[in-house]
């Protein structure tokens, strides 16, 4: 992360002074502070009220019995995790979030998973292999339907926009197969 | 078929919310309690993730505001012109991994001046389903756990950003064309 953000900028203030956009690259600072801030205020509402609803979950031992029940399918992926931690909740339900499109669910969701997986880090501050395994699937992007494409689509007057329904589904699952396939590749070699 | 399972995705969050709350009573948990108890939690997770947001927003809205992003775009184009894919294909490969916002407007224009049938806007439409803005979650879930050692992470996922594309490609060509 840290030679990226570097490299962004470097690039960028460079480019500002060949391209003369000094002007424009000294506002795009002050729009990106506002987005942050525009993007803070709405997580801080959808992720208080997942956090609202998993507290129940916690409170009522659902989230237990939701671990208990998908265990065997999560374990496959994250191996490392113990029995019914609520991790493999917040995992699951991150996931079908995901599927069905719900992103405003799939966030908090995602960040409950990250704060579960951190309590069974043993090196604060370091990435654990199963967080880096939850992160690959969730920038994957699988989806069962993109609602979001089919209705600019279709609000341009495509005849059957569902026809992108499969091949978006395809697509979806070829890239999070191979995704998981070079995180195992890199996870070999910088052992 | 779209319409059922359009409504089924409408009523999953509804339908859980009310199993929670029912699970909950019958469990004798406070529910109202619980989720304010919960929902405490909000203010300090969203203040964690917030820093790094905002850095991560600044270096990528710098990058498109400089000219660094449309030289790269151009670099691409000539790589992929000859490939036989469409440049507004490419726009959308660069733009979504960095800006969910920018990549919805950048599609919907596609679509407009391209037509909603045209192998671009069905280009498009594949990579906008099936990628995702990489950037914004990677800030958003290390921020929330204040990860500062993300070892090959973050190459790992801009690999699979670039595969991600070149499948969408390679899958839209096959399933549309052939």
Redesign the interface.
Known sequence: MNVLWLIMICVSVVFAIFTGRLEAYTQSIFDGAKAAVEISLFLLGIVSVWMGITRILEDSGLIYRIAHLFKPLISRLFRNIPGDHPSITAITLNVLANLFGLGNAATPLGIKAMQELDGLNQDQGAITPEMMTFIVINTASIQLIPFSVIGILAGFGHGNPAVVVLPVLIATAISAMTALLVLALFRRVFR | M?SA??Y??LL??PL??LF??L??T??K?R?YD??????????S??LK??PY????????????????FD?LRNAFYSLFAFLGIPIEAVSMAIVKPLSGSAS?AL??DI??TA???SLA??MS??I?????T?FY??A???G??????????????L???L??IV??VV??RW??LA
């Open positions: 779209m399972v359009e089924l995705s999953i969050i859980f919310l929670t709350v699970y909950g019958v469990k948990v529910v619980s989720f304010v108890a919960g929902a405490k939690e909000g203010p997770i969203v993730i917030f947001l905002l850095t991560i927003f600044i270096a990528i809205k710098g990058f498109q505001a400089s000219g660094a030289v919805t599609f919907s679509v407009k037509g909603p049938e806007a069905l439409a594949v906008m389903g099936s990628a995702e990489t979650v990677l958003v879930y290390l929330a756990v204040g990860i500062r050692k993300t070892r090959y992470l973050v190459p790992v996922c690999i699979a950003d595969i991600g499948v969408a899958v839209t399933y549309f």
